[in-house]
């Protein structure tokens, strides 16, 4: 182990489940013990086995807090009408407060269009475009955070980084975590740089950022030597790599190579563990805020 400091994703994970369970609960006292509970729907289309325990820790997560878990399994061959369909049913539910269609989605299914239906207020994801258009003009809010990149800046304040004022750089910039996560690394007045496949010198860019955010979905892709000292690395891949000596055959790792970055780094977020963990917290939280405010209580 390096000298990094490890950003535990996996307890601050923990600690905002306590969090919203107390409200779950504060909920309760306050609207009777029959009030509805806060209600999260899932669609999965297919059988993917990475989407499949995502989707089942989200429900052991809806569990643990006192949620309502909705789910509708559909077959990889499902037609985009009966899929929107699901998603129309969902959205007029008054027991469900988000509904989140997961990704990937079968290549005859039009992603944008799904994702575009779900409605803006149960947008728990927040991948509608009006919520991303917010975000990306100052003064406004969206009423939803995409989940993972909400879960890069909790990671960040609750580790007391000082975001305002320092030059970050976001590798990636899918619409999924890499574009937001800049986007809100500018509101809160860092200096952003976003590096992508066209980007020349990408090592030289890094060498200037005291926070750098992976996010390209390539096995160890940022070595060592591309970390300035000091920085703060969050990684957000996850990606299988081979391992014999594993009993899967495989292992998981980042987009950064994570003992040579420790060496360099004041403190870096682990795969698994880090980022992952974050993601279904801050659904978890989403949800909680579109329930408050369809019972009135925000």
Request: charged share 30%; with cysteine; aromatic share 4%.
């Amino acid at each position: 182990m390096g000298k990094a400091d490890v950003i535990d994703g996996k307890a601050i994970a923990q600690d905002i489940r306590n969090e919203i369970k107390e409200e779950v609960a504060k909920l309760k006292e306050h609207k009777g013990k029959e009030s509805p509970v806060p209600g999260l729907a899932v669609v999965l289309v297919g059988a993917r086995k990475d989407s499949e325990t995502y989707v089942r820790n989200k429900r052991k997560n809806c569990e643990e807090v006192g949620y309502e878990s909705f789910q509708t399994d559909l077959p990889e061959e499902v037609s985009q009408e009966d899929l929107l369909k699901v998603v129309a049913d969902y959205n007029a539910d008054e027991r469900v407060h988000g509904v989140l269609v997961q990704l990937p989605l079968p290549k005859h299914i039009n992603e944008r269009e799904v994702l575009d239906a779900v409605s803006l207020d149960k947008d728990v994801d927040g991948f509608h475009p009006h919520n991303i258009g917010s975000l990306a003009l100052r003064g406004r809010s969206p009423k939803f955070v995409s989940c993972t990149p909400k879960g890069v800046m909790e990671l960040l304040k609750r580790t007391g980084v000082k975001i305002s004022g320092k030059r970050a750089a976001v590798i990636g910039r899918s619409n999924i975590v890499g574009m937001p996560v800049a986007l809100l690394l500018q509101a809160e007045d860092a200096t952003v740089t976003v590096i992508h496949s066209r980007t020349p010198e990408p090592e030289a860019i890094c060498k200037e950022a005291d926070i750098l955010v992976a996010a390209i979905g390539r096995a160890e892709f940022v070595p060592g030597s591309w970390i300035k000292p000091g920085a703060v690395v969050i990684d957000v891949g996850m990606n299988d790599v081979e391992d014999a000596s594993k009993k899967r055959g495989y292992r998981l790792v980042g987009d950064v190579k994570y003992a040579e970055a420790s060496e360099t780094a004041s403190a870096i977020t682990p795969v698994p563990g880090g980022v992952g963990p974050m993601t279904i917290a801050m659904l978890l939280q989403n949800t909680l805020e579109s329930a408050k405010k369809s019972f009135g209580c925000s």
